[in-house]
């Protein structure tokens, strides 16, 4: 059974600090590696696909790193702001290409920034 | 990118009854897929719905209590039968759009059962 654990379940920052979280996923048949972010009421909105070992990606304040061999992947947010509260998903997908869509998520991580 | 709305976005219903859910995507797609999310768990998908053809179920779900339509490219049901409060979960549609094939999901539908 492929299994994603996500770490840590919940997490309370003030508005400014920066943070991280993990993502660890079976290391054998890498395809990629998804992080979504789920606001209440929204759709999961996708941040990042990662694919290749080492691959470090940045959208604003929000960044990603990939280690296939190891097999975990990190989320960084800096200088948290309340509008980044959310649950934050990272899916596996083992099978290639995301064309069986059968993604393997982990239980996600609830992120709440406080004013 | 694909925008995706879904109906009810909300309902509570009564033990032993059935309810529809709906899923309109803004363009053609070939493949959509149903996922849900009980409680403290993990997002799981339910099935992928081609057109023309019958839906896949994965491990652990079945047809009689997930039946599901998908009579265009555009658009899908998902129907959770004779609910139990065990049912009570967010259910999501999705669909594979883009060059990057990633995947794109509905707002939600949070369902409690009494």
New interface residues.
């Given amino acids: 059974i492929l299994n ?1 654990e996500q770490s840590p379940q919940s997490l309370h920052v003030q508005e400014g600090d920066s943070t991280n979280f993990t993502c660890s996923f079976p290391s054998s048949n890498f395809y990629a590696l ?1 992080w ?1 972010r789920w606001e209440t ?4 909105e ?1 941040l990042f ?1 990662m694919t290749l070992n080492g691959d470090e990606k940045k959208k604003g304040r929000i960044s990603a790193t990939l280690n296939t061999k190891e097999g975990y992947s990190y989320l960084y947010i800096k200088g948290s702001q309340p509008e980044d509260s959310a649950t934050y ?1 990272c ?1 596996f997908d083992p099978w290639g ?12 991580t609830k992120l709440s920034v406080k004013p | 990118s694909a925008v995706i709305s879904q109906k009810p976005s909300r309902d509570i219903c009564q033990r032993g009854t059935s309810l529809t859910i709906q899923c309109q995507v803004d363009s053609q797609v070939t493949m959509m897929f149903w996922y849900r999310q009980q409680p403290g768990q993990s997002l799981t998908l339910i099935a992928t719905a081609n057109q023309g053809s019958e839906a896949t179920y994965e491990s652990g779900f079945v047809i009689d209590k997930f039946p599901i339509s998908r009579p265009n490219l555009t658009f899908s049901t998902l129907t959770v039968s004779n609910m139990s409060p065990e049912d009570s979960s967010i259910y999501l549609c999705s669909v594979l759009a883009g060059a990057g094939n990633e995947q794109f999901f509905g707002p939600g539908t949070r369902l409690t059962v009494l």
Avoid at chain 1, 41 to 44: D, E
Avoid at chain 1, 97 to 108: V, Y
Wanted: no cysteine.
């Fill in positions: 994603v998804h979504y009421a929204k759709s999961p996708a696909v998903l899916a290409g995301g064309s069986q869509g059968n993604l393997i998520f982990g239980k996600g």
